[in-house]
């Protein structure tokens, strides 16, 4: 069993990256709140998990991803729509003074929110976190071919929708 | 990858995600090596799992089976509908009276006399086989 150390080790490790990943999936922050919770309890009373772990920030990924369906799942039989479940809430980004780049975000937040969850999760995934498909593939449990289509689809989907602001902005710089 | 891509991939990505309240490390934290929070994940209950891998089952298309429970529904109550309620006709004959008995027998014999093949042996009545003693056999060869 881990001491407190590891724990409080693997939070500050990969604590960020698992709150960024669980809030652009739940768009909620208390939900957000509940999820990194329960992954850390959870390693907290299993440290085994971790034993023949390789790429610890993988799995913590595929952790926090099975958790947040899971969450998704129980939320899908009250919300409508898993796309509503995360169209309207908070944003997973940081807030700025910049009005430029505050309608960027919001329009950025908005676009990914509409994506559906497995594209998104690949797009954070290879953007925000800088992974490979390779290392997406196996937080997702998914082929690493799957993972570069999702990824284009969803690129592509973005690109379309904020290419009217995009363009107006690199013609402003 | 064009140069587009590229450019487009790279302003998605500067831009800085929300950063984790410095709070919750302390609640997470605090959370997780508490062994009474520990045991709020312990082993879940056989009906949790089963509500779980129900909803496993059922959420990629819940309108689907809602949709398939629905028709089996209306099946079953069109069935229920539709059966026959009237009682089977065995049911009705009642068992013939004995007047009827005696006209049919009567009906029987004229049948019987105008084809010419009329016994006035009752066919119904069962001839009796009753064995006798072997001492009275002996006693009727001796005669």
């Known amino acids: 069993m881990p001491g407190s150390l590891d724990i409080e080790r693997l939070y500050d490790e990969h604590a960020q990256p698992l709150y960024a990943f669980l809030l652009n999936f739940t768009r909620d922050e208390a939900d957000t709140r509940d999820l990194l919770q329960e992954i850390f309890i959870k390693l907290a009373r299993k440290p085994k998990l971790l034993d023949d772990i390789r790429e610890e920030r993988a799995f913590l990924i595929r952790l926090a991803h099975n958790a947040a369906i899971d969450l998704m799942r129980r939320r899908g039989t009250r919300d409508k729509t898993k796309e509503n479940f995360a169209a309207e809430k ?10 430029d780049e505050k309608v960027f975000r919001a329009e950025l937040a908005n676009a990914l929110g509409e994506l559906p969850e497995e594209q998104r999760s690949v797009v954070h995934l290879k953007l925000w976190e800088g992974l490979t498909f390779e290392e997406i593939a196996a937080a997702l449990d998914v082929p690493p071919n799957t993972a570069a289509s999702r990824y284009r689809y969803g690129l592509d989907k973005l690109r379309e929708r904020l290419r009217p602001l995009y363009e107006e902005m690199k013609k402003a710089e | 990858m064009n140069d587009e891509t590229e450019q487009f991939e790279s302003r998605l990505s500067r831009q800085p995600l929300r950063q984790i309240p410095r709070e919750w490390r302390g609640e997470i934290l605090g959370a997780a090596n508490s062994p009474a929070r520990r045991s709020e994940v312990m082993p879940a209950s056989f009906f949790s799992v089963l509500n779980s891998q129900l909803s496993a089952l059922f959420w990629p298309h819940p309108k689907a089976w809602a949709g398939l429970a629905a028709v ?4 079953f109550a069109v ?6 309620r009237t009682p089977m006709i065995a049911e009705k004959i009642s068992p013939p009276s004995p007047e009827m008995i005696v006209e049919l027998k009567k009906q029987q014999r004229m049948f019987a006399e105008l084809v010419g093949s009329y016994e006035t042996q009752d066919a119904d009545q069962r001839k009796i086989f009753s064995p006798k003693p072997r001492s009275e056999r002996v006693e009727i060869l001796m005669t």
Do not use: C
């Open chain 1, 90 to 99: 908070l944003s997973p980004f940081a807030p700025t003074n910049d009005p």
């Open chain 2, 72 to 75: 089996w529904v209306f099946i």
């Open chain 2, 79 to 84: 069935n229920f509908s539709m059966r026959d």
